[in-house]
C-alpha cells in the first residue's frame, strides 16, 4: 500500500465531512472545500478520522491513491488553519499597491502591471512584502506562482519578485579585460 494514503487523516473538531457517491465536501470555521473522488478510490469516516483506501494494486490506482489522501487532508487544513505564502518584491524602484481586491505593480516596465485577485484568495501587503493567504492550497500556490512569473528573479542583482524562503543562486558580472 501507499504509504502515504495508508495513514488516517485526523479531523479536527468543528470540521464537518460529507460524501457523495462522486464528491467529498469538508467545512469548517474558514469555509467550504469541495473535491471529487477518483474512480476505485473509497473515502469513508470513522468516529473522528477519514480514511482513504483503494479497490486494487494496479499502478495508476496506486498512483491515486497517495494524492486522494493529501487532497482530503489539504481540505481539512485549509478549512481550519488555511495556507500562505510569502512573496519579496527586491528592485529599485519596484513597488505594490492594493487598488481595490487587485494588486498594482511597478516592476520596471513601461507601464503598471494589474494583477486581477481571484475570489477566496486575500492579498496583505506591507512595504515589499506580499502574503497570499486563503483555504484552497492550490489557489494560493497557483496565485503566488503568478505573481511571480511577473518578473522573476534575476541572478546578477536578485531584482525581480521572489518567495520569502527562496534562495536566488547569484552569478558574477563581467570579470574584465584580461591583460
Known amino acids: 500500500m501507499s504509504r502515504v494514503g495508508r495513514s488516517p487523516i485526523k479531523v479536527p473538531t468543528g470540521v464537518s465531512v460529507t460524501f457523495t457517491p ?34 486494487n494494486d494496479e499502478p495508476k490506482i496506486r498512483s491515486k491513491h497517495g494524492l486522494m489522501r493529501a487532497l482530503v487532508q489539504n ?19 519596484y513597488r505594490v499597491a492594493a487598488q481595490g481586491t487587485d494588486l498594482k505593480f511597478n516592476l520596471g516596465f513601461s507601464h503598471d502591471v494589474i494583477y486581477k485577485m481571484i475570489p477566496g484568495v486575500n492579498a496583505a501587503i506591507e512595504q515589499n512584502t506580499i502574503v497570499i493567504s486563503g483555504i484552497s492550497r492550490q489557489q494560493v500556490g497557483q496565485v ?34 584580461e591583460k
Open 22 to 55: 462522486d464528491m467529498i465536501t469538508v467545512s469548517g470555521s474558514k469555509g467550504t472545500l469541495e473535491q471529487f473522488t477518483m474512480p476505485d478510490i473509497t473515502v469513508t469516516q470513522e468516529g473522528d478520522t477519514i480514511i482513504v483506501a483503494r479497490a
Open 144 to 177: 503566488a506562482a503568478e505573481i511571480r512569473a511577473l518578473k522573476k528573479p534575476e541572478p546578477y542583482k536578485g531584482k525581480g519578485i521572489k518567495y520569502a524562503d527562496e534562495r536566488i543562486i547569484r552569478k558574477s558580472g563581467k570579470s574584465g579585460k
Open 75 to 93: 481540505m481539512v487544513t485549509g478549512v481550519t488553519e488555511g495556507f500562505s505564502k510569502k512573496l519579496e518584491i527586491n528592485g529599485v524602484g
